[in-house]
């Protein structure tokens, strides 16, 4: 459970997974043309898989799908209107196809969203040789820019205080419900999150069908309902943001962080609060017990990249265990 205020449990689910083959239907197949292309070919080594994961909210998230080839299907929405981007990863570059109103937007954003603006290069792990192994095995590794706050900020609210395999499938149906149908020929059961406008009409019934108590869909309303102030400062300094985004009520640090990662790629928001992080932190960095208010400290000669440290020791502890996760309870722990 996420104490009060704000913070999540790891998911039961191994996140680094690709997705299976969907129960829902084939691709939708070729038969459309492909509004534009575009191929970036990254400064340095790129896992397309390692990288996307951190903006896919569990394996059934209708948004974004990665296939057991690597290739990854997503499904957005953009100022000029829904996207549907594919990507396909080659030697040394991505190529990417993309259909709908917003298609032009989608590939202007592609290289952020493959790490373009994630300054690897300063990262020095040396001083910790686990920390240093895992950053040559997974050197791919880059942290994503969306660009889009509310985006970003959603799916962090409905992981407050809960499961995360409980606000992962909350996600996914409202998603299913309340998404639009991409454009071109996006795999079946896809969708479009919902726009400021989309997320405001979701009637309170479907948020507790969906499993989301009156004080995260609280939270989400009152996001939405100043989304354009909140998206004006993607451009502006972090700690704007970071502002901003804590004058809406049920906004806490934990939720900001995770806002900030994703939206705008910092690779030094850390999700204090999280109830795994302390263990992490102390078993990996500092080889003894770690409480929550020592968690900077501890990752302190990493910064600006303790986000991506973090994310480093969670892929190495799943893949210690085969990628198998400690389980937890299916059912969401309410807030007290």
Aim: proline share 11%; charged share 25%.
């Amino acid at each position: 459970m996420h104490p009060p205020g704000d913070a999540p449990v790891p998911a039961s689910a191994d996140p680094a997974s690709p997705d299976p083959a969907p129960a829902d239907g084939p691709d939708a197949g070729p038969s459309t043309a492909t509004d534009a292309t575009l191929t970036v070919h990254p400064d340095g080594p790129l896992d397309l898989r390692l990288t996307l994961m951190m903006v896919r909210h569990g394996p059934g998230d209708p948004s974004l799908r990665i296939r057991q080839d690597g290739t990854v299907w997503h499904a957005l929405r953009t100022p000029a209107g829904p996207a549907t981007l594919l990507l396909r990863a080659g030697p040394g570059r991505v190529d990417a196809s993309a259909w709908g109103p917003g298609a032009q937007h989608a590939l202007a954003g592609l290289p952020d969203l493959l790490g373009a603006r994630d300054d690897v290069r300063s990262f020095d792990p040396a001083g910790h040789a686990g920390i240093a192994a895992a950053h040559r095995r997974m050197r791919g590794l880059r942290i994503p820019r969306t660009g889009d706050v509310l985006g970003a900020l959603v799916p962090a609210v409905l992981e407050q205080r809960v499961v995360t395999v409980d606000a992962h499938d909350a996600w996914r149906r409202l998603l299913l419900q309340h998404g639009a149908t991409p454009p071109g020929p996006a795999p079946a059961g896809m969708r479009v999150p919902p726009d400021a406008r989309g997320w405001r009409r979701v009637p309170s019934w479907d948020w507790r069908r969906a499993g989301v108590d009156d004080r995260r869909a609280s939270a989400v309303l009152r996001a939405a309902a100043v989304a354009p102030r909140l998206q004006e400062a993607v451009d502006l300094e972090p700690a704007e943001l970071r502002r901003r985004l804590l004058t809406v009520p049920g906004i806490g640090g934990w939720t900001v962080a995770e806002t900030t990662r994703r939206a705008l790629g910092d690779a030094d928001a850390v999700s204090v609060g999280d109830l795994h992080l302390p263990r992490l932190v102390g078993d990996a960095v500092a080889g003894r017990r770690v409480e929550q208010d020592e968690v900077l400290e501890v990752l302190a000669p990493w910064a600006p990249h303790r986000a991506r440290v973090v994310r480093l020791l969670e892929l190495v502890e799943r893949s210690t265990r085969g990628g198998r996760t400690r389980p937890l309870p299916r059912r969401a722990v309410r807030p007290a």
